[in-house]
């Protein structure tokens, strides 16, 4: 079982940056591949972004790419999401992901992964 806890979150200005982390335990975290996710009030929970077990592969919503740039440091059990440009409609809280899988074929369902972190509130305002 994959222990993750989100940070980074904030109130932040349109146009700002925000840098959020995930760190993991209790598994081997170079055996699962992460993705974060978001979901605003009355909205369902949406894919954000992906990465493979070794970084090489990544994935993102359109509504994201170009702006939102997912990372992970193995050695240090973490994986980032590193959010320019903010918009007030990237308000949601966002949430971790993580799923033992070893290959890199994108997995951008939230019924792709197991293990989810707590959220962390992400607010931007105009």
């Known amino acids: 079982q994959v222990h993750l806890v989100e940070s980074g979150g904030g109130l932040v200005q349109a146009g700002d940056s925000l840098r959020l982390s995930c760190a993991a335990s209790g598994v081997t975290f170079n055996e699962y591949y992460m993705g974060w996710f978001r979901q605003a009030p009355g909205t369902v929970r949406e894919f954000v972004a992906a990465?493979?077990?070794?970084?090489?592969?990544?994935y993102y919503a359109d509504s994201v790419q170009g702006r939102f740039t997912i990372s992970r440091d193995n050695a240090k059990n973490t994986a980032y999401l590193q959010m320019n440009s903010l918009k007030p409609e990237d308000t949601a809280v966002y949430y971790c992901a993580a799923t033992w899988y070893v290959y890199s074929a994108p997995r951008v369902g939230a019924y792709d992964y197991d293990n989810w972190g707590q959220g962390t509130q992400v607010t931007v305002s105009s």
């Open positions: 990465i493979n077990w070794n970084g090489a592969s990544t």
